[in-house]
């Protein structure tokens, strides 16, 4: 699990907190949505999940491992991996075999361990025959998925998601998502900040983020039916969760609480079947 408790943060120089008094459990396993309209602090807030800006007021702790302690640290890096929005700002190696070693290389672990690790890893994200490309001719969604074996690699609990599809075309989205899915299903937990709100429907839990404050915690279900406090922060919601909440503005006595295609099709059908029986 990690656990937040009471995080502020400011930035040096800044006078203004960027993160209020944010108190938030994680559990091993979740699926966690995270969104928030721009600067707002999301990233600020998952940076602190591995020790990636330091902890000054309040308490990060991952598997009881505290973020304060230099000790603790080195293992919560281990523990909790991040994926950023760029592919290209994460790549360091010449190939892609290079690239992913660089994490374990810097666990001192013997070099058969390593390469052992790097193959596993592009296997689980389907780039075994990849080994020996130049990153940089891969198309951004493939980056993505080196950025990902470059993190699982390190054997992670934890993989955190920093708008990893924000570059991407929809196939490259497709890629990143799907792997997400099988990481998620193979017991990792996954933390994903996103600004499109269908990635993240089948999350376990969203947190919503405004003003450096968690302001819901809560079910996709319950958070995407605040439709009109998700606008007034200037975010989308789902696009069926828009169209079922526009036709109960009209009037139409739907629920709101609509997610995906298939559950909007569900509700229509229960709604009309009274009215123009089928046959
Ligand atoms: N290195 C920094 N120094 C000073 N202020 C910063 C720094 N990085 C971010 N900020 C400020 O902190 C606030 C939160 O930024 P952050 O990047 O965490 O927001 P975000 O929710 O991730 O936004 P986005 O959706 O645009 O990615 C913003 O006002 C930003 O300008
Ligand atoms: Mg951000």
């Given at each position: 699990?990690?656990?937040?408790?009471?995080?502020?943060?400011?930035?040096?120089?800044?006078?203004?907190?960027?993160?209020?008094?944010?108190?938030?459990?994680?559990?091993?396993?979740?699926?966690?949505?995270?969104?928030?309209?721009?600067?707002?602090?999301?990233?600020?807030?998952?940076?602190?999940?591995?020790?990636?800006?330091?902890?000054?007021?309040?308490?990060?702790?991952?598997?009881?491992?505290?973020?304060?302690?230099?000790?603790?640290?080195?293992?919560?890096?281990?523990?909790?991996?991040m994926v950023?929005?760029?592919?290209?700002?994460?790549?360091?190696?010449?190939?892609?075999?290079?690239?992913?070693?660089?994490?374990?290389?810097?666990?001192?672990?013997?070099?058969?361990?390593?390469?052992?690790?790097?193959?596993?890893?592009?296997?689980?994200?389907?780039?075994?025959?990849?080994?020996?490309?130049?990153?940089?001719?891969?198309?951004?969604?493939?980056?993505?998925?080196?950025?990902?074996?470059?993190?699982?690699?390190?054997?992670?609990q934890?993989?955190?998601?920093?708008?990893?599809?924000?570059?991407?075309?929809?196939?490259?989205?497709?890629?990143?998502?799907?792997?997400?899915?099988?990481?998620?299903?193979?017991?990792?937990?996954?933390v994903?900040?996103?600004?499109?709100?269908?990635?993240i429907?089948?999350?376990?839990r969203?947190?919503?983020?405004?003003?450096?404050?968690?302001?819901?915690?809560?079910?996709?279900?319950?958070?995407?039916?605040?439709?009109?406090?998700?606008?007034?922060?200037?975010?989308?919601?789902?696009?069926?969760?828009?169209?079922?909440?526009?036709?109960?503005?009209?009037?139409?006595?739907?629920?709101?609480?609509?997610l995906?295609?298939?559950?909007?099709?569900?509700?229509?059908?229960?709604?009309?079947?009274?009215?123009?029986?089928?046959?």
């Amino acid at each position: 699990m990690i656990q937040v408790e009471n995080l502020f943060y400011t930035y040096d120089g800044e006078e203004t907190p960027v993160l209020r008094e944010i108190n938030v459990e994680i559990p091993r396993g979740i699926h966690l949505g995270i969104i928030g309209p721009n600067g707002c602090g999301k990233t600020t807030f998952v940076r602190h999940l591995n020790g990636l800006l330091p902890t000054n007021k309040g308490e990060v702790r991952v598997e009881g491992l505290s973020a304060k302690s230099p000790s603790d640290l080195y293992r919560i890096r281990q523990l909790v991996g991040m994926v950023f929005q760029n592919p290209d700002n994460q790549i360091v190696g010449m190939t892609v075999e290079e690239d992913v070693a660089f994490g374990p290389g810097n666990l001192a672990l013997p070099s058969e361990e390593i390469a052992r690790r790097v193959q596993k890893a592009l296997a689980q994200v389907g780039l075994e025959s990849f080994g020996n490309k130049a990153p940089h001719a891969l198309s951004n969604g493939e980056k993505q998925l080196v950025c990902m074996a470059g993190v699982l690699a390190m054997k992670p609990q934890y993989i955190i998601l920093d708008e990893p599809t924000a570059y991407l075309d929809p196939s490259g989205r497709k890629m990143v998502l799907d792997m997400v899915q099988k990481l998620h299903g193979q017991g990792i937990t996954i933390v994903h900040i996103t600004h499109h709100m269908d990635e993240i429907v089948n999350a376990d839990r969203i947190l919503v983020m405004d003003r450096g404050c968690i302001i819901l915690n809560d079910k996709p279900g319950v958070v995407f039916s605040q439709v009109a406090l998700l606008k007034e922060l200037g975010l989308d919601v789902p696009e069926m969760t828009e169209l079922m909440w526009r036709l109960r503005k009209m009037g139409y006595p739907v629920r709101t609480d609509i997610l995906t295609l298939e559950d909007a099709c569900r509700e229509l059908d229960a709604c009309l079947t009274p009215v123009f029986p089928k046959g």
